[in-house]
Structure formats: C-alpha cells, structure tokens
C-alpha cells in the first residue's frame, strides 16, 4: 500500500477494530477508494479477512468482510489514533465457528445464557451441557435429575426470516428461531466438519 493517506486510514483502521474486539489473530484489511474520494472523506470500502478473533467473548475462527462506502473523517485522522467512523454502514460476508470453541462459549459466561435456552427452547431442560457439531447436525446435550444419562437431540438448521432455524433431525416442518440481533441478518447457515458458518449481512453503527 503505497498511498500514505490509505496507510494511515488502514492504521486507523486496524486500530478501531482492534477497540471493538477481545482479541484478533491475523488481520488482512485491503482498502478500496482513490485519493480523490479519500479528500472527500470517502472511502468507497474496505475488505477484511480475520483469524482467531474473540468478539464480545464469542470465538470466531474465521471471519470474510467486505463494506459498502464509509464516510472518513479525515479532521480528526491522526497517526496511532483509531479511525473517526460517525455514520452506519453495510457490511457482507461470512463468519466460522469452530465446534468445541463454541462449544466452551455456550457454557460461560457471557454466553452461557444463549446456551441455557437453547437446551431449555429445544429440550424443555436447562442448564446446558454440551454443544457438538456432528456432520450436518448439531447435538445438544442437557444433564437430568435422577438419571445417570443425560439427554441429547439433534437438530439440523437452516437460514430463514435473517436468523437462524433449528430443526429436529427429520421434521423440517419444526422449526425454532434463534434469537438475533435486529442489525445483522442471516442469509445462508451450514454445518460441516466440526464448523458451523454463517453468511449475510450486517448494519454497522459507530458508537
């Protein structure tokens, strides 16, 4: 990247990711604009490629991210400085969970309330205890009182209504959504060796 304004906008960049995640591995950031654009306060988009990145606690292993347009404010644009982004934009692309890493998420905190309804929406028991990807399928497991066994199903999922749909193993007419955030909006969602990947887009909103 030759362009020393682009430079200093993919710092900035860099930066302000860095700020809203817990942790990122590899970090590929590869900015689409022009100089002329850039002075306007412009950048016509950014793709982003991550590994390893703990986001508000949830483990993503793989993480593809092209934007739309995004306003710079280049007023306050400084070196060592995180990116001034003021207006939302849209985001495309696709995030990889690795099954065992979720798996921990699920159990604690501050996701062991997501991994609690899930085994009390499907199973009608809670807590949780234990999250797999198994093939195609998902298996969740839930301890029961008075019995050494514990309690497992198996759901296969598909996208619909921009969230996610679980359905029990051979009745596809069952569904349950899964809670989402009203910003994000999932287009496709598979399953496949130990991986659950999600794909759509998003609407992002600087603080």
């Given at each position: 990247?030759s362009?020393?304004?682009?430079?200093?906008?993919?710092?900035?960049?860099?930066?302000?990711?860095?700020?809203?995640?817990?942790?990122?591995g590899?970090?590929?950031?590869?900015?689409?604009?022009?100089?002329?654009?850039?002075?306007?306060?412009?950048?016509?988009?950014?793709?982003?490629?991550?590994?390893?990145?703990?986001?508000?606690?949830?483990?993503?292993?793989?993480?593809?991210?092209n934007?739309?347009?995004?306003?710079?404010?280049?007023?306050?644009l400084?070196?060592?400085?995180?990116?001034?982004?003021?207006?939302?934009?849209?985001?495309?692309?696709?995030?990889?969970f690795?099954?065992?890493?979720?798996?921990?998420?699920?159990?604690?905190?501050?996701w062991n309330?997501?991994?609690?309804?899930?085994?009390?929406?499907?199973?009608?028991?809670?807590?949780?205890?234990?999250?797999?990807?198994?093939?195609?399928?998902?298996?969740?497991?839930?301890?029961?009182?008075?019995?050494?066994?514990?309690?497992?199903?198996?759901?296969?999922?598909?996208?619909?209504?921009?969230?996610?749909m679980?359905?029990?193993?051979g009745?596809?007419?069952t569904?349950?959504?899964?809670?989402?955030?009203d910003?994000?909006?999932?287009?496709q969602a598979?399953?496949?060796?130990?991986?659950?990947?999600?794909?759509?887009?998003?609407?992002?909103?600087?603080?």
């Amino acid at each position: 990247m030759s362009d020393p304004l682009l430079r200093l906008i993919s710092s900035g960049l860099t930066l302000w990711l860095k700020s809203r995640c817990d942790r990122i591995g590899d970090l590929d950031l590869e900015l689409r604009g022009s100089g002329f654009g850039l002075l306007r306060g412009r950048l016509a988009g950014v793709n982003l490629t991550a590994r390893d990145v703990l986001f508000q606690g949830l483990p993503l292993q793989h993480v593809e991210i092209n934007s739309e347009a995004i306003a710079v404010d280049l007023n306050v644009l400084k070196p060592d400085r995180a990116l001034a982004l003021q207006h939302p934009f849209r985001v495309t692309g696709s995030v990889t969970f690795q099954g065992s890493a979720l798996n921990k998420a699920l159990l604690a905190s501050p996701w062991n309330w997501l991994g609690d309804w899930l085994a009390e929406q499907l199973m009608g028991v809670t807590p949780l205890g234990a999250f797999r990807i198994l093939g195609d399928a998902l298996e969740l497991e839930a301890p029961v009182s008075g019995t050494a066994s514990p309690l497992q199903r198996r759901f296969n999922i598909t996208a619909s209504e921009g969230t996610v749909m679980l359905h029990p193993v051979g009745h596809v007419e069952t569904a349950t959504p899964l809670p989402m955030d009203d910003n994000i909006c999932i287009e496709q969602a598979t399953l496949s060796a130990g991986r659950l990947v999600l794909a759509g887009h998003a609407q992002v909103t600087p603080d």
